[in-house]
């Protein structure tokens, strides 16, 4: 077929909760029952409407496939689930005749529904979005469902706009899959890419009659090396998929989207397909240095889209430098447009909002709107020429020039104290000589724990707001936490538990509570990201040399271990988190930044024990997330991230016993690194994956303590006691009990207290069943 002419400029996605979180308001109401679904629709057209029209404001072309149709009420990859009807039979029930799913069946599949568990989640690549993961087996009836998908197209069309639908492609959704419960040893959901692709194909033919001259399929999996499927499966699926889907007569052209990396040995592959347009993510990843004459040719005739505006992070950049790398682009075909490196879902909307930031700090930062307006910009200098956006290069090359400079970015005292740190720095001596230390914490077998945070109640919020607007100072504002503080550590008293926190209700979240307290951050007012479904986050930012000037924590922990005989943790966020979860300065190796957080939080340990804290918790749920895509620079990455996290926390004594947790992500090819971490205790996501972690902990030798979760957090259904007991009981089946610990998977700031209670009474419940069942065996073992 002939394909249309690619847009000169576009980005691959852009975010959807709305510029003050609107979907997201909108959502929850209609989970609470105060709006229906027709009330729901309507904002989520609105959002629509206005971000087509922002986008052209922008600078993207209304009519020529530029703006991407890449809005989602929860997750992207559900959409495609839901589209080719790869729905879980437990949800059958809630789908229409047709097999049609409405929006209430589309959040139950993703929340779950009383003993029907909801799709697993999982982190989406090497960033801090979270993604439903399929259950795709052998009998999973592909079918095409594509209503929203046509609706939302037609829908712009009659806004005035010829926009170009996104989904995430065939290759990616199987790769990201699991196998059914029912599925046979040995099925993997790539096996049936021969009977998705067909429906991929419908899904084309229904685009084109309605008038698509371009469709996006995200193909991020192509880039990734960690994907557990040997890479050559992966490339030979590539080009099954995209050979029969590129033959088809009746379809819109096909741009392949491949963010989060180079290409490298999948580029030739796609390039020998007859797809029209490929994405090059030239921010993570390179041009290719050479190529075979094959493939050279194949790529003349494609449209590449180099993708040199970094949408993974906020900084403005260099954007003469970035012109190169398109023109560069230009030696592979002479059809080359302007692209973000990624969608803009991991960015907040608008610079522009922050009317706090300091000004300087802003002339530095680029989110959703600047980074739109800098494709907008490169492309011009596309087509007319580099003499026509000088200007505009100039500008941002001063701004990189006083980002350089400013005070603050590169502090001497703290690079000095980096510079004076030696191997022993780095290492807490041997774990059995601790584990003696710790029984002085006469802890019970199979001891129990939360993760941390309690429910973040309303009047907690309206305190914090009320705090800020100055209308409570804060004195007052330390009263009510404390207040709260003791009815969180009764709560866990008369629940049972063994080892108890304090409830964190003074934070605000996990990564911004210590970005305010530490130099060399800032903090935004509406910088929000999407985490997954309704929830978000705002990144901080981290923008200079960071230290720590008084400590942080330790008058909410104290406070709380004056209250209670029982220990109680003191809780921190740990380096490599912190940096994951905010938007990190990219003018030094992360390993250097990683470290100078390290340095602050061992102060802050130090200052916890000295106040009589004897359990440390230093949170590294994002370790997994931030391991890098290609094998070859994975050994550098776990060298700096556990190195951090030890950094942090080998001063601490023998007797002072340190948790860590980890939370929603696969972690068999991280539990090495996990081991070495060299935490006493690591609580982990297990719950929502229903224990599938505790075949890795068996297998890999990991000998510390271990407290595999049993209640999924972020569903709302409560887990009963018979639930949690199975999940016990497999997990003491692989796991000697005495180095057991029980908890749920993560926080519970997301839930409510009711559900919270009774979550965490089911757990204490099952747990005393299973201890007396260890009891039961062992009372024989002795008698023998």
Known sequence: MTAPAFPTGTILGYPRIGRRRELKRAVEAFWAGTIDADELEATAAELRSATRERLAAQGLDRTGSAIPESFSFYDQVLDAAVAVGAVPTRFARFLGDDGSVDLGAYFTIARGVGDDAPLEMTKWFDSNYHYLVPEIGPDTSFSLHAERILAEFAEAKAQGFLTRPVVVGPVTFLLLAKAADDAPEGFRPIDRLAELVPVYESLLAELARAGAAWVQLDEPALVSESIDEPRARVLESAAAAYDALGAQEERPAIFVAAPYGSLDDALPVLAATPVEAISLDLVRGSLPESLDPVTAEALAAKTLVAGVVDGHNIWRGDLADAFDRVTAVQRLSGSVAVSTSTSLLHVPHDVEDEQALDARLVSWLAFADQKVAQVATLARGLAEGRDAIAAELDEASAALADRSAAPGVRVPAVRDRLSALVGGDFDRGDYAARVAAQTELELPELPTTTIGSFPQTSDIRRARARLGKGELDSDGYAQLMREEIERVVRLQEEIGLDVLVHGEPE??????????????????????????????????ILWGDVSRSAPMTVEWSSYAQSLTEKPVKGMLTG???????????????????????????????????QAGIKVIQVDEPALRELLPLKLADQPAYLDWSVGSFKLATAGAAAATQVH?????????????????????????????????????????????GIGPGVYDIHSPRVPSTAEVQALLERAVAEIPASRLWVNPDCGLKTRGYDETVASLENILEATRAVRAGLDARAQPALAG
């Open 575 to 609: 380096p490599v988190t912190i940096l994951a979860w905010s938007f990190v300065r990219d003018d030094q190796p992360l390993g250097d930044t990683a470290r100078q957080v390290a340095l602050a939080l061992r102060d802050e340990i130090a200052d916890l024990e």
């Open 507 to 540: 934070r605000n979240d996990m990564v911004q509570y210590f970005a305010e307290l530490l130099d060399g951050f800032a903090v935004t007012e509406h910088g929000w990201v999407q985490s997954y479904g309704s929830r978000c986050t705002r990144p901080s």
């Open 660 to 704: 860590t947790h980890l939370c929603y992500s696969e972690f068999g090819v991280v539990i090495d690194a996990i081991k070495n971490l060299d935490a006493d205790v690591t609580s982990i996501e297990a719950a929502r994956s229903r224990m599938e972690v505790v075949d890795d902990l068996a297998t890999s030798g990991f000998d510390h």
